[in-house]
C-alpha cells in the first residue's frame, strides 16, 4: 500500500498552480535586498591629471571607472588616501574581483597605493606625477605662481 493517506480520488492539476506573487518571485519580476542607485547628482571634483587618466584608460575601462571613482572619493573626502569599500564602487557598477583587478593594474602603473588589510577595505592613496602625491602636487604650483605675483603686487602698493 502507498504511503499516501489522501483519500480523495479525483486529481486536480490545479493545485500544483504557482499563484502570481510566487511566479513572479521565482522569475525575478519582485527584487529582494539592497538596490543598486543609478549614479545621480555625483561630480569629479577637480583638477584632475589629465595624463593620469590617460595613462588609467590604456589599463582598460574597468580600471579607467576605478580610477574616476577614487577620484570622485578625493573630492569629496578633501584627502589623496582613503578606504575604498566594494559598497562604493557597486554605485560605479563595479563589482569587487573587477576592483581588485583594476586596483591591482593601477597599482602597477604607479597611478596609486595600496594598502591591503586582510578582508578589509584596502587603503588607496591617489599619486600624481612621477611618485607625488596628489595634493603636493599643487602646492608647488600655486607657490610659484605667488612668489611670481608678489613682486608685481609690492611695485603697485
Known amino acids: 500500500m502507498s504511503p499516501n493517506t489522501n483519500t480523495n480520488n479525483s486529481w486536480d492539476p490545479n493545485r500544483l498552480r504557482l499563484d502570481q506573487v510566487a511566479a513572479k518571485k521565482l522569475q525575478g519580476g519582485i527584487r529582494r535586498g539592497r538596490r543598486v542607485p543609478v549614479i545621480r547628482d555625483k561630480f569629479i571634483a577637480g583638477p584632475i591629471d589629465v595624463l593620469w587618466l590617460v595613462q588609467a584608460s590604456r589599463l582598460g575601462v574597468?580600471?579607467?571607472?576605478?580610477?574616476?571613482?577614487?577620484?570622485?572619493?578625493?573630492?569629496?573626502?578633501?584627502?589623496?588616501?582613503?578606504?575604498?569599500?566594494?559598497?562604493?564602487?557597486?554605485?560605479?557598477?563595479?563589482?569587487?574581483?573587477?576592483?581588485?583587478?583594476?586596483?591591482?593594474?593601477?597599482?602597477?602603473?604607479?597611478?596609486?597605493?595600496?594598502?591591503?588589510?586582510?578582508?578589509?577595505?584596502p587603503r588607496v592613496t591617489l599619486v600624481v606625477e612621477?611618485?607625488?602625491?596628489?595634493?603636493?602636487?599643487?602646492?608647488?604650483?600655486?607657490?610659484?605662481?605667488?612668489?611670481?605675483?608678489s613682486p608685481v603686487v609690492e611695485a603697485c602698493v
Open 62 to 121: 574597468k580600471a579607467l571607472l576605478v580610477g574616476l571613482a577614487l577620484w570622485h572619493l578625493k573630492g569629496l573626502r578633501k584627502a589623496d588616501t582613503f578606504l575604498l569599500s566594494n559598497l562604493m564602487l557597486r554605485d560605479w557598477g563595479i563589482e569587487p574581483d573587477a576592483k581588485n583587478r583594476a586596483l591591482r593594474k593601477l597599482e602597477e602603473a604607479g597611478l596609486i597605493t595600496v594598502e591591503r588589510q586582510g578582508k578589509r577595505s
Open 130 to 149: 612621477n611618485g607625488v602625491q596628489a595634493g603636493a602636487a599643487a602646492a608647488p604650483a600655486s607657490a610659484a605662481r605667488h612668489e611670481a605675483a
